[in-house]
Antibody
Framework: EVQLVESGGGLEQRGGSLRLSCAAS????????MNWVRQAPGKGLECVSY????????YYADSVKGRFTISRDNAKNSLYLQMNSLRDEDTAIYYC??????????????WGQGTRVTVSS | SYVLTQPPSVSVAPRQTARITCGGD??????VHWYQKKPGQAPVLVVY???DRPSGIPERFSGSNSGNTATLTISRVEAGDEADYYC????????????FGGGTKLTVL
């Protein structure tokens, strides 16, 4: 059974740092592109960052560029998001999502249950 | 970057048909996916590649895409369909290619 379990969220001060982790099981992480998606309170889904299966292609939303770093350790079946210089607007639930292929089309086929990040002054 | 526009809310009575739109410049040339998001739960893919359904999704969920509008249609709406729905595309011209619409809250009256 495919499972994604996020951890590392919590309450952090403005300007502080957090490192989110996503533990993957039930599949070989190295074969899949992965994403971090967040949902701020009362807001919609936002793709925060993407990393290709081999780690050589990475994207960031403009809102986090220069502050967040995505990485992966395929040997540990884990995905990470290093979040620095946290801002109030980074308060959200953060989900990791797997990109899988359905009939030749890439979709987010599995999601974790999310980890909550709260940034407070 | 590519912008997807959804109505904030749609209301429908049980057993009626709900239509949720997703507007974008020539979105008909894009491949659109739809996700259902309920409070406290992870998003679930309900329609992919404009009109296909993943296994386990009821036939009541369908999609179409043409011109500047993609549409998610939910027939014979049930109380359990009440959720937020998001359209999604891959736009290679954007800094982050995966783009979500702003979401639509479906209320079952």
């Amino acid at each position: 059974e495919v499972q994604l379990v996020e951890s590392g969220g919590g309450l952090e001060q403005r300007g502080g740092s957090l490192r989110l982790s996503c533990a993957a099981s039930g599949f070989t992480l190295s074969s899949y592109n992965m994403n971090w998606v967040r949902q701020a309170p009362g807001k919609g889904l936002e793709c925060v960052s993407y990393i290709s299966s081999g780690g050589n292609t990475i994207y960031y939303a403009d809102s986090v560029k220069g502050r967040f770093t995505i990485s992966r350790d395929n040997a540990k079946n884990s995905l990470y998001l290093q979040m620095n210089s946290l801002r109030d607007e980074d308060t959200a639930i953060y989900y990791c999502a797997r990109e899988g292929m359905l009939r030749g089309v890439w979709v987010f086929d599995y999601w974790g249950q999310g980890t909550r990040v709260t940034v407070s002054s | 970057s590519y912008v997807l526009t959804q109505p904030p809310s749609v209301s429908v009575a049980p057993r009626q048909t709900a239509r949720i739109t997703c507007g974008g410049d020539n979105i008909g040339g894009q491949t659109v996916h739809w996700y259902q998001k309920k409070p406290g739960q992870a998003p679930v893919l309900v329609v992919y590649d404009n009109s296909d359904r993943p296994s386990g999704i009821p036939e009541r969920f369908s999609g179409s895409n043409s011109g500047n509008t993609a549409t998610l249609t939910i027939s014979r709406v049930e109380a359990g369909d009440e959720a937020d729905y998001y359209c999604q595309v891959w736009d290679s011209s954007s800094d982050h290619p995966w783009v979500f619409g702003g979401g639509t809250k479906l209320t079952v009256l």
